[in-house]
């Protein structure tokens, strides 16, 4: 069975960064995409960009460009994405997702909550 | 960026009743729209990709259909565990979600 664990709950300063990962477990970790999704309290769902763990290759969501950075490390199957330049909209919880296909998400992470706050 | 609109933004159901939830975008995604149910403090669930496809362990009591620019999410009697918040998704041009329908208990 496909499992993502994600790294625990974290607090930052504004102006300060923050990095999440993401373990995967039951798949070879290189097979598949790992996008990262977020959703503030209470809000939506917002994508945030994706990174084949093969090759390394990253795509951003226009929003995120040049705040966001996904890597891996493929020897302990495990993503993660940086976010930094940190402001109070940031609060979030944070969610790593298998992409399958053309990018659909068949199994996600339990999520990470990061709070900014001074 | 293709936009996704879902409507209502809150359907009141009776419990073995069906609900019909719609997605539209706003250019053509084909088929590459996906479906998630999401509950209170868990992380989505995928119910449907490729706009009709039902995911692994998906009850079929769910079914999606449409193409193009509109979609519909059908829950034909809806359960108590069905009760929670619905989220479409394209995947043809980037990603991205709509907003999202609550399904509340009438």
């Known amino acids: 069975q496909v499992q993502l664990v994600q790294s625990g709950a974290e607090v930052k300063k504004p102006g300060a960064s923050v990095k999440v990962s993401c373990k995967a477990s039951?798949?070879?970790?290189?097979?598949?995409?790992v996008n990262w999704v977020r959703q503030a309290t209470g809000q939506g769902l917002e994508w945030m960009g994706w990174?084949?763990?093969?090759?390394?290759?990253?795509g951003y969501a226009q929003k995120f460009q040049g705040r966001v950075t996904m890597t891996r490390n493929t020897s302990i199957s495990t993503a993660y994405m940086e976010l930094s330049s940190l402001r109070s909209e940031d609060t979030a919880v944070y969610y790593c997702?298998?992409?399958?296909?053309?990018?659909?998400?068949?199994?996600w992470g339990q999520g990470t909550l990061v709070t900014v706050s001074s | 960026e293709i936009v996704m609109t879902q409507s209502p933004a809150t359907l009141s159901v009776s419990p073995g009743e069906r609900a019909t939830l719609s997605c539209r975008a706003s250019?053509?995604?084909?088929?590459?729209l996906a479906w998630y149910q999401q509950k209170p403090g868990q992380a989505p669930r995928l119910l449907i990709y490729?706009?009709?496809t039902r995911a692994t362990g998906i009850p079929a009591r769910f079914s999606g259909s449409g193409s193009g620019t509109e979609f519909t999410l059908t829950i034909s009697s809806l359960q108590s565990e069905d009760f929670a918040i619905y989220y479409c998704?394209?995947?043809?041009?980037?990603?991205?979600f709509g907003q999202g329908t609550k399904v509340e208990i009438k």
């Open positions: 250019q053509s995604v084909s088929s590459n």
């Open positions: 998704q394209q995947y043809k041009n980037w990603r991205t």
């Open positions: 039951g798949d070879t970790f290189t097979n598949n995409d």
């Open positions: 990174m084949n763990p093969n090759s390394g290759n990253t």
């Open positions: 490729g706009a009709s």
């Open positions: 997702a298998r992409g399958r296909g053309s990018n659909y998400f068949d199994f």
